[in-house]
């Protein structure tokens, strides 16, 4: 665990910027296929950057009110707590708000920035695992990992093996990153590889959660986590999108928007 490198560069928001850079410049090189501007995408980029941290907070607090004494805590983002829903939502509402305004087509915009965004759930997991945050439940596993001393699973269970739950999203991240990218080859709709992005990612947390330790008060029915009933959706409207876009309801095809030759 190494919550901060080099003395004053915290791990988890070093991760996090490297995420957004390599998703800015995945996103301008998959544009090009679009004819999209570099600026175009740069400004749709910082959207994203924008409202994903607002989500990922206000999430956080909506779903934790009873934490912030005083209120005014609300604010100190560096302290921790952030939910990555909160972030997918509001960034892909603002994406929908800013592709109106310019009339680009959503799905298109979001076919060219998925990959870029499970990149970045790849990475920032392990800027997650070597915070400590996020961790998993106590195991036997092989795989089992002890945290040093003073590190929230060690506050909680004590000096015991927990799962590595910011690894397996971390891997799932990579494995989806490539899963899209090769799929696309056979994409011929708009909006197929967003929709596989919502499926694969809701069915990789859905799953990665049953290790992952939460407080109980964010346990529901059945014994699952409310991000496990999110996912539950996420996975609903990504087949959703795939259907409705393999029987041509979701507008032209995919290579009707891309450069020729």
């Known amino acids: 665990m190494l919550p901060v490198l080099f003395g004053?560069?915290?791990?988890?928001?070093?991760?996090?910027?490297?995420?957004?850079?390599l998703g800015m410049w995945l996103s301008i090189r998959r544009g090009k296929k679009f004819n999209l501007p570099a600026d175009t995408i740069v400004d749709l980029v910082f959207g994203v950057l924008v409202s994903s941290i607002l989500g990922v907070r206000f999430f956080f607090v909506l779903t934790h009110l009873g934490?912030?004494?005083?209120?005014?805590?609300?604010?100190?983002?560096?302290?921790?707590?952030?939910?990555?829903?909160?972030?997918?939502?509001?960034?892909t509402a603002t994406v929908w708000w800013m592709t109106r305004k310019r009339k680009i087509p959503f799905l298109v915009i979001a076919d060219i920035f998925s990959p870029g965004v499970i990149l970045g759930i790849g990475l920032t997991r392990l800027g997650c695992f070597m915070a400590g945050?996020?961790?998993?439940?106590?195991?036997?596993?092989?795989?089992?990992?002890?945290?040093?001393?003073?590190?929230?699973?060690?506050?909680?269970?004590?000096?015991?093996?927990?799962?590595?739950?910011?690894?397996?999203?971390?891997?799932?991240?990579?494995?989806?990153?490539?899963?899209?990218?090769?799929?696309?080859?056979?994409?011929?709709?708009?909006?197929?590889?967003?929709?596989?992005?919502?499926?694969?990612?809701?069915?990789?947390?859905?799953?990665?959660?049953?290790?992952?330790?939460?407080?109980?008060?964010?346990?529901?029915?059945?014994?699952?986590?409310?991000?496990?009933?999110?996912?539950?959706?996420?996975?609903?409207?990504?087949?959703?999108?795939?259907v409705l876009g393999s029987s041509g309801k979701l507008g032209q095809e995919w290579k009707m928007e891309k450069k020729n030759g």
């Open 133 to 242: 945050c996020c961790f998993g439940q106590p195991t036997d596993c092989a795989c089992g990992v002890v945290f040093p001393a003073g590190s929230p699973a060690v506050r909680l269970y004590g000096e015991v093996a927990v799962h590595p739950s910011q690894l397996y999203g971390s891997l799932g991240g990579w494995l989806i990153f490539g899963m899209l990218l090769f799929m696309e080859k056979w994409s011929s709709f708009r909006g197929a590889t967003f929709g596989r992005f919502l499926s694969l990612y809701g069915m990789s947390r859905f799953l990665v959660d049953f290790s992952r330790y939460y407080e109980p008060d964010q346990v529901m029915l059945f014994g699952w986590s409310n991000n496990q009933w999110i996912s539950i959706g996420m996975m609903f409207a990504g087949t959703l999108v795939l």
């Open 67 to 91: 934490e912030f004494h005083p209120w005014y805590r609300v604010f100190f983002i560096w302290d921790g707590g952030l939910t990555l829903y909160g972030g997918i939502a509001l960034s």
């Open 8 to 21: 004053f560069i915290k791990s988890y928001g070093l991760m996090l910027a490297i995420s957004f850079i």
